[in-house]
């Protein structure tokens, strides 16, 4: 029998780490020493008191049950207090917060919610890729904000045009931001609401690295401007902040009604996020400041040591407020996937391509800090000798 896929999985490009993944297994096969700088997954472990709790609402067997699809009262407490407390931001536990099994799972299904066939969704680029192949599953029409480098990778809504906007259902924003590690103040997420309410857009605010940041910089949300309830959500994760990836654990939190849509949809496809890992959730959200400084800290040093080396190798390299990412122009007349590939090749280093992020990421490289600082240095040491 021949296996059709469907038209719109077949309009995907191959998931960009696959492709990636692929080429360092064979490298690792080979025996070489690599030093994978490529996927943005933390090489730290869960702090202890989070696997604790996991452990212990592992062996109860009340939690072996399915889970409620609205995510445990508890859970949605605890996510409220944190917004409370962090951002100021007031949000209704019962209406207007829904956990996700991990942010990228409700990323990949608001736009099934909200697209009909033809709908647009704004996405910028380069971007997360999930956003961009979500909206084409859903059937709807992407269309591309450029992110460059001369707007501080800044989508200019001054460029989308009154027929798109017309057509415009949804868009996606995320600062801080992967790949670039560019910030968003609050000024700019005040203009992304009043275009949003003058073409009746959902901005749907990706806000995943809102915890890791520099030099006493603290990332807004949007939510803390007035309006913002009536136009925005915002997807949230454990991932990144607690070293807890392969947990699956977030939510999206915002207006109610798109609240509800996506818990509508989501009851169709998944029954809620085992118990025990939202129990373990709620010890995450209490952890003190004090956990998330000294990562901070990890990150910092390890980003000094990249940039530095990166700029003592002549690169335009430079040190970004907010994430782990050092998102910097190739010195060097090749495409980002050759330079990818000769880095591999010649250097044992993993670096990810900036085309695997859209086409305005050409020119571009993205080391992720996900190796400890010695490494680093012994990176820029191959690199010089490249
Ligand atoms: C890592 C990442 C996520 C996904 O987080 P999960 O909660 O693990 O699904 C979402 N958005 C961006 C931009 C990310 O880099």
Redesign the pocket.
């Known amino acids: 029998m021949r296996i059709e896929t469907a038209k719109n999985l077949r309009k995907l490009p191959p998931y960009l780490f696959v492709e990636i993944d692929r080429a360092k297994r064979q490298a690792r096969q080979e025996g070489r020493d690599l030093i994978d700088l490529g996927i943005?997954d933390p090489d730290l472990p869960t702090p202890k008191h989070i696997i604790e709790a996991l452990y212990k609402a592992a062996q109860e067997p009340v939690n072996h049950r399915y889970a409620l699809d609205a995510g445990m009262p508890k859970f949605r407490q605890e996510i409220a207090n944190w917004y409370r407390k962090r951002f100021k931001v007031c949000l209704d536990e019962d209406t207007e917060i829904l956990p996700?099994i991990?942010?990228?799972?409700g990323?990949a299904h608001i736009p099934f919610a909200f697209l009909d066939t033809g709908d647009v969704c704004l996405v910028p680029d380069p971007a997360?890729p999930?956003y961009r192949n979500a909206a084409v599953l859903a059937g709807g029409v992407p269309v591309v904000m450029p992110l460059l480098e001369e707007n501080n990778f800044l989508p200019d809504l001054s460029k989308i045009t009154l027929t798109q906007a017309k057509k415009t259902k949804l868009m996606f924003i995320?600062y801080p931001n992967?790949p670039t590690s560019a910030i968003a103040d609050l000024a700019f997420y005040k203009n992304v609401i009043k275009f949003a309410r003058k073409y009746n857009i959902i901005v749907c605010s990706?806000l995943?690295?809102s915890e890791l940041s520099y030099d006493g910089y603290a990332p807004p949300s949007i939510l803390e401007l007035n309006g913002a309830k009536e136009v925005a959500v915002e997807?949230h994760?454990?991932?990144?902040t607690y070293n807890m990836?392969g947990w699956?654990?977030?939510w999206v939190c915002g207006n109610r009604d798109v609240v509800a849509a996506l818990g509508k949809f989501k009851s169709n496809i998944d029954s809620g996020i085992f118990q025990a890992i939202q129990i373990a959730g709620v010890e995450a959200l209490k952890s003190p400041a004090s956990l998330i400084n000294s990562l901070c800290n990890v990150y910092k040093e390890r980003r000094d040591a990249l940039v530095g080396g990166l700029k003592n190798l002549g690169w335009p390299a430079q040190a970004p407020r907010a994430t782990f990412y050092i998102w910097t122009r190739i010195p060097f007349k090749m495409s980002s996937i050759d330079f990818c590939r000769l880095l591999l090749k010649k250097a044992d280093i993993v670096a990810t391509p900036g085309i695997g992020f859209g086409k305005y990421g050409e020119g571009y490289v993205r080391f992720a800090l996900t190796q400890n600082k010695n490494k680093i240095k012994e990176a820029i040491r191959r690199m010089a000798a490249l």
């Open positions: 943005g996700l991990g942010s990228k799972e990323i997360y999930a995320n992967n990706d995943a690295y997807f994760s454990l991932s990144k990836t699956r654990a977030g």
